[in-house]
C-alpha cells in the first residue's frame, strides 16, 4: 500500500517509538539479566510512556513483547525468567509497537559483556548488509536489487544468507505484502514504488545457511549451531531513496 503525508507520519511516530525501546534497553543489557526481565521493562515501557500496543503480544499466539534471539537462534527467541545473560553472548532485540494503528518494527544486536572478536565481526557485517540493502532502495529499482546487495555483501564475507524468513511491507497491517528477500538477483521482482513502507531484515550466519524450528513453535535456531545476527529497520521510499522510519540516535 502506498502512503500518503498523513499516512506517513503515522509510520514516523510509530517508528521513532520502536527506535525508542531498543535506545532505552541497552543500558540494561548487562551479564545477569534475564530476557524475561528485559520483556518486561520493554513492556512497561511501551505501555505506560509511550502510550502504544506491544505488537507481538498475541500475533499468531506469541505471548512477549519482544523477539530475543541469542547466539545461534535466528529469530524469534521466547523471552525467558530462566534465560540469563552471560559475558560473551550476542543477541538480537526485535520490537513491534503500533501507535494510532500504525505498526513500527525494528530490531538491533547487542553485544554482552565481552564478545570473541568473530562474532562481533558477524554482528558488525550483518548491520553492514542492512545498510547495504536500504541504499540500493529508490524508486524505479526492484526488490531484486535489495536482496543481491545483501548476498554479495555477506557471501564476500564467506557468510550465509537465511532464506526461510524475510522482511515484509507494514503499515496498519504487521505484515504485509510484499515479500523482502535478503537474496536474489539485480533487475528481478517488483519495482520499487515511491510511497511504499517496507521492512528490511536481513539474517546472516557465520555457518550454513539452514535453519532448524524448535519445538516451541517460535525459536528459529542455525541447524549447525553457530551462530546468526539479525538487524531490522522499517523504511519509507521518497523520491531519492529510503527514509529510515526506525533510525536510532547512534545512527545519524
Ligand atoms: N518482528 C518480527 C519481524 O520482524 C516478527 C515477530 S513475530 C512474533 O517481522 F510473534 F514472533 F513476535
Ligand atoms: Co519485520
Ligand atoms: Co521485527
Same mark, same amino acid.
Given at each position: 500500500m502506498i502512503k500518503n503525508l498523513e499516512?506517513?507520519?503515522?509510520?514516523? %511516530?510509530?517508528?521513532?517509538?520502536?527506535?525508542? *525501546?531498543?535506545?532505552?534497553?541497552?543500558?540494561?543489557?548487562?551479564? @545477569?539479566?534475564?530476557?524475561?526481565?528485559?520483556?518486561? /521493562?520493554?513492556?512497561?515501557?511501551?505501555?505506560?510512556?509511550? %502510550?502504544?500496543?506491544?505488537?507481538? +503480544?498475541?500475533?499468531?499466539?506469541?505471548? =512477549?513483547?519482544?523477539?530475543?534471539? +541469542?547466539?545461534? *537462534? /535466528?529469530?524469534?527467541?521466547?523471552?525467558?525468567?530462566?534465560? /540469563?545473560? =552471560?559475558? @560473551?553472548?550476542?543477541?538480537?532485540?526485535?520490537?513491534?509497537?503500533?501507535?494510532?494503528?500504525?505498526?513500527?518494527?525494528?530490531? =538491533?544486536?547487542?553485544? *554482552?559483556? =565481552?564478545?570473541?572478536?568473530?562474532?562481533?565481526?558477524?554482528?558488525?557485517?550483518?548491520?553492514?548488509?542492512?545498510?547495504?540493502?536500504?541504499?540500493?532502495?529508490?524508486?524505479?529499482?526492484?526488490?531484486?536489487?535489495?536482496?543481491?546487495?545483501?548476498?554479495?555483501?555477506?557471501e564476500k564475507n564467506y557468510y550465509t544468507v537465511v532464506e526461510e524468513y524475510c522482511g515484509h511491507g507494514i503499515g496498519k497491517i504487521y505484515h504485509d505484502e510484499p515479500q523482502i528477500l535478503h537474496y536474489g538477483e539485480a533487475n528481478t521482482g517488483q519495482e520499487i514504488i515511491e510511497g511504499m513502507c517496507f521492512t528490511i531484515e536481513p539474517m546472516i550466519n557465520l555457518g550454513s545457511k539452514h535453519t532448524n524450528l524448535l519445538e516451541d513453535g517460535w525459536t528459529v535456531e542455525t541447524r549447525d549451531g553457530k551462530n546468526s545476527a539479525q538487524w531490522e529497520h522499517t523504511i519509507y521510499v521518497n523520491k531519492n531513496g529510503a527514509e529510515i522510519l526506525t533510525q536510532r540516535a547512534e545512527e545519524r
Open positions: 499516512e506517513l507520519n503515522g509510520m514516523r %511516530k510509530a517508528g521513532s517509538l520502536a527506535a525508542e *525501546v531498543l535506545e532505552m534497553i541497552g543500558d540494561f543489557i548487562k551479564p @545477569g539479566i534475564s530476557t524475561g526481565e528485559l520483556d518486561k /521493562i520493554c513492556y512497561d515501557y511501551i505501555v505506560d510512556v509511550q %502510550k502504544a500496543i506491544p505488537a507481538n +503480544i498475541g500475533y499468531r499466539g506469541f505471548e =512477549k513483547t519482544l523477539c530475543t534471539s +541469542i547466539n545461534q *537462534v /535466528i529469530c524469534h527467541g521466547i523471552p525467558d525468567d530462566n534465560r /540469563i545473560l =552471560k559475558s @560473551g553472548d550476542i543477541m538480537n532485540i526485535d520490537v513491534t509497537v503500533i501507535k494510532d494503528g500504525w505498526h513500527g518494527d525494528t530490531s =538491533k544486536m547487542y553485544l *554482552v559483556g =565481552k564478545v570473541q572478536a568473530h562474532n562481533e565481526r558477524l554482528v558488525k557485517i550483518t548491520q553492514e548488509c542492512l545498510y547495504k540493502g536500504i541504499e540500493v532502495v529508490r524508486p524505479g529499482a526492484s526488490l531484486g536489487d535489495i536482496g543481491h546487495a545483501i548476498q554479495t555483501h555477506a
